[in-house]
């Protein structure tokens, strides 16, 4: 697949979208562990980055997954990976499902909205008790007359303290593991909905992370996406946008990191010389330089396939996997070649450490992603 002229100028579009409105106040952000999502998202949304792939016809750009791709990406170059997540989580992990299961009713109730960057979305699979084995979740939702009464706690919910509305995977009826599950849009302004509380975390700070309780929590049955009791593997689709999301920020993560770190070896003398100039320094940058330029061919080969229609599952995994694992050497390596300055708060390493962490946990952590290719492979894991 070869990237286009439109590719580039949308390229542009994107990256004067993280110079203008989020890498001024990332610092701010940061400290303040949140940011104006709604302020924030209605101008992501006048440049069309909450719809790229969505039907015009719900105000989505109707642009291909290629273009998709190519924002993610230059999200994850903004100063701080909080801001793009949120973002992500908007676009590629709580929308997905509605756009594609989800009622007419449904889409124009809430699609519509989330699309204009009127509405924050976030996503509630995770919970206080189950998180890589989503069969085990316990939050529940009894069919009481024409509604769905949910019962239980959410956790690590991205977005949750600003979100108009979730898309909540809950149990639906009494036949465990990953059968009966149903996904249902809870808004979040109806009684029975609490925050309990925002965690406070490593990184990603400027993006708000938690916990939230659904107690006794009344919504109407035509709020379920899709089918009910399908819940479960329409999230497990959702999951695989979502680990491209993923795969496609923490690229643009690690460009941006390789780059700055390049410029700052020819700037730092050691011992007589750039840093630049010694083998060791220059060779191991290259080698991770090298290895993310196969991400970005694996990318690439996913795109194209996803415009084929394909599953993209493996591709997926396989991705989000080795992105987890090259994200923290590249973190490690440009902390440790900026010396002492890596490690001070100022510089961009040190927040670049905390936020690429996250890579190998969020979205199913790394063992989560070898278990699914193992089972693949034959090998009962
Ligand atoms: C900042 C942040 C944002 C998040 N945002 C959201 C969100 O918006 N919505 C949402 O629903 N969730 C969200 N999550 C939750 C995230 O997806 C989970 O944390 C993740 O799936 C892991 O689940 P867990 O934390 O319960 O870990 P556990 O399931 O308790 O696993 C702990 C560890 O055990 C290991 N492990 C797990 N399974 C296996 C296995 N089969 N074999 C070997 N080892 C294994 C892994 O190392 C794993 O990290 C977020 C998490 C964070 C930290």
């Given at each position: 697949?070869?990237?286009?002229?439109?590719?580039?100028?949308?390229?542009?579009s994107?990256?004067?979208?993280?110079?203008d409105v989020?890498?001024?106040?990332?610092?701010e952000?940061?400290?303040?562990?949140?940011?104006?999502?709604?302020?924030?998202?209605a101008?992501a949304?006048?440049?069309?980055?909450?719809?790229?792939?969505?039907d015009?016809?719900?105000?989505?750009?109707?642009?291909?997954?290629?273009?998709?791709?190519v924002?993610?990406?230059?999200?994850?170059?903004a100063?701080?990976a909080?801001?793009?997540?949120?973002?992500?989580v908007?676009?590629?992990?709580a929308t997905?499902?509605?756009?594609?299961?989800?009622?007419?009713?449904?889409?124009?109730r809430?699609?519509?909205?989330?699309?204009?960057?009127?509405?924050?979305?976030?996503?509630?699979?995770?919970?206080?008790?189950?998180?890589?084995?989503?069969?085990?979740l316990?939050?529940?939702?009894?069919?009481?007359?024409?509604?769905?009464?949910?019962?239980g706690?959410?956790?690590?919910?991205?977005?949750?303290a600003?979100?108009?509305?979730?898309?909540?995977?809950?149990?639906?009826?009494?036949?465990?593991g990953?059968?009966?599950?149903?996904?249902?849009?809870?808004?979040?302004?109806?009684?029975?909905?609490?925050?309990?509380s925002?965690?406070?975390?490593?990184?990603?700070?400027?993006?708000?992370?938690?916990?939230?309780?659904?107690?006794?929590?009344?919504?109407p049955?035509?709020?379920?996406?899709?089918?009910?009791?399908?819940g479960f593997q329409?999230?497990?689709?959702q999951?695989?946008?979502?680990?491209?999301?993923?795969?496609?920020?923490?690229t643009?993560?690690?460009?941006?990191?390789?780059?700055?770190?390049?410029?700052?070896?020819?700037?730092r003398?050691?011992?007589g010389?750039?840093?630049?100039?010694?083998?060791?320094?220059?060779?191991?940058l290259?080698?991770?330089?090298?290895?993310?330029?196969?991400?970005?061919?694996?990318?690439?080969q996913?795109?194209?396939?996803?415009?084929?229609?394909?599953?993209?599952?493996?591709?997926?995994?396989?991705?989000?996997?080795m992105?987890?694992?090259?994200?923290?050497?590249?973190?490690?390596t440009?902390?440790?070649?900026?010396?002492?300055?890596?490690?001070?708060?100022?510089?961009?390493?040190?927040?670049?450490?905390?936020?690429?962490?996250?890579?190998?946990?969020?979205?199913?952590?790394?063992?989560?992603?070898?278990?699914?290719?193992?089972?693949?492979?034959?090998?009962?894991?």
């Open positions: 697949m070869r990237l286009t002229k439109d590719h580039a100028d949308f390229r542009s994107v990256r004067r979208f993280v110079d989020i890498n001024p106040h990332a610092d952000w940061e400290a303040a562990g949140r940011f104006p999502a709604h302020d924030v998202f101008k949304a006048e440049q069309g980055l909450l719809g790229i792939e969505y015009g016809a719900y105000g989505g750009l109707d642009a291909d997954h290629s273009f998709q791709m924002a993610a990406e230059e999200l994850g170059g100063h701080a909080g801001v793009p997540l949120a973002i992500g908007q676009t590629m992990m997905p499902s509605l756009a594609e299961f989800g009622s007419e009713e449904l889409k124009q809430f699609l519509v909205p989330a699309i204009a960057g009127e509405h924050v979305a976030a996503i509630g699979v995770t919970e206080p008790d189950t998180g890589s084995d989503v069969a085990s316990r939050t529940s939702a009894r069919r009481d007359g024409d509604d769905w009464v949910i019962n706690r959410k956790m690590y919910i991205t977005n949750g600003q979100a108009d509305w979730i898309c909540l995977l809950a149990r639906t009826s009494d036949e465990g990953h059968r009966g599950m149903s996904q249902i849009v809870v808004p979040t302004d109806i009684p029975g909905f609490e925050v309990v925002v965690l406070d975390k490593l990184g990603n700070r400027s993006s708000d992370t938690t916990l939230l309780a659904f107690d006794n929590v009344r919504v049955i035509e709020n379920t996406i899709g089918t009910p009791g399908r329409q999230q497990m689709k999951f695989v946008t979502e680990r491209m999301y993923g795969v496609y920020a923490a643009g993560q690690c460009d941006r990191a390789l780059r700055l770190t390049r410029q700052y070896l020819h700037e003398t050691v011992f010389s750039p840093l630049a100039s010694k083998q060791y320094v220059a060779f191991r290259t080698e991770l330089q090298a290895q993310l330029e196969l991400v970005r061919s694996h990318n690439m996913a795109c194209e396939a996803i415009l084929a229609g394909e599953d993209i599952t493996r591709a997926a995994t396989v991705g989000k996997l992105v987890g694992r090259l994200i923290r050497e590249v973190a490690d440009c902390l440790q070649f900026h010396g002492g300055g890596g490690y001070i708060e100022d510089t961009w390493t040190a927040r670049f450490f905390r936020d690429a962490r996250l890579v190998s946990i969020g979205g199913g952590a790394d063992e989560v992603m070898l278990q699914v290719l193992a089972r693949q492979d034959g090998l009962p894991a």
